[in-house]
DNA sequence: ACATTAAACCTGGTTAACCAATTATAGATT
DNA sequence: AATCTATAATTGGTTAACCAGGTTTAATGT
């Protein structure tokens, strides 16, 4: 068990080790924007590492826009500056894992400003979506089954109606660490359930209407409790 | 040159093809939370394509949460349900790629929340970096260089200094995207940057004597132009 | 000299064999 | 019959050889 977790500790070194260690060979090499890296296998070999730590090194640089590989070609420095590379991957080595606190308040944050997007633009097949996703949660809150899910699922199907792919990609990334740490820590009260549907029935008619700031207000109201819970913790 | 777009877009629709597979192989079977998927080897095998394709897939469910891989054991369903499950994949594949507009949106809503947060918490420390990236970003402007990366790097230790990490990761998410596009449609004016230094000069000073709604309203004050630029478009 | 071309060499990506740790199985021991 | 143990099978991860397409180089023809 523990040694399970010791190794990934020891892989992410690996990466973070090889991450810095590119960083300084474009900084020593003096390359810009376009120039191409070293290959995979002599960067390999000159850090003393496989090339699949190097590759996955490359990935997450590449996830972070600061790295381009090419098929049969190479992998080449983004369309960013010597400076932003140096101050970002700074910063992505720096990265502590997400706190449910940051989780939490940035979720209240997306969420507060979909509402009211949702509001502005939501079409008609949006509004069905959310109906049927509605719809779903009160079913089970009635039936007095746990409903976590189709609680996030509604909030998901806001997000998509926003019109903003950003957003909604980033609630999909937080929605899962969510629903865990919901369940980790019993967030859900017993009884609260009951009053979300009447919430979430307040949402979704401001939304239908296209009232923004009815949206954004009855979105804050929902989240009344979660955020008293997460500035007490 | 069109090739290689059209082997990505490829390669692209065999992982989501892969992905809806899963999902429908989880509801087939009935897997819930916790429950071991069948191995990477038969799982290629079923949908009859390499294993690699397999692990990239499940590497990308992984990136969102809802699979979770153990070394020499299986990949297992996460933590959350079969409904939430099922809903998130939806959503994961009919995601779009981000466009500017939504970029630009979620940039402004997320830097006005971090210019608050910077004001209520930042340390000292935060404030020296801050400084420093302020400096550089004048230094350029007044020799009258090119300063997008030093303007970004300020927003990014704003972002540092709020004290959310989840914030931080998705500031640095879009950052690059950000200075690509900026470059690409010239939005920085000639002229912009001096008139910059002062607006940035104001959100440090503001987030300094920990004044949050100045700080916020400064900021907001700076992305007056940027915010017309985008909803004009 | 210069342009053209073909061949040798690199490139990132893919594949299949391999590894170590885990899990299932069957056998021995009590 | 129950329990422990050792062995065989299975797992995700790793490695090294391979591939197809790009890039460089140098020879060739004009």
Redesign the pocket.
Known sequence: ?K??IL?KNE?EYIQKDIISKIRDLINLKNLEPGD????????SEKFG?????V??A??KLEHYGLLK???????FVANIGVIAMNGMIEDILRLEEPDFKSLVETRILLELKTARLAALRRTNEDLVQMREALDAYTAKVLNGENAVQEDLLFHLAIAKACGNSTMNTFMLIITPEIITNFEKYHVCDKNQPVIGIKEHEAIYEAIKKQDTEEAKQKMKDHFKELYKYCYNI
């Not at 590989?69 to 992998?75: E, N, R, V």
């Open positions: 068990m040694l399970e190794t892989s191409k890296l070293p290959s995979e296998r002599s960067l590492v496989t090339r699949s730590n590759r996955d490359i990935q590989s090419m098929p049969q070609s190479g992998t």
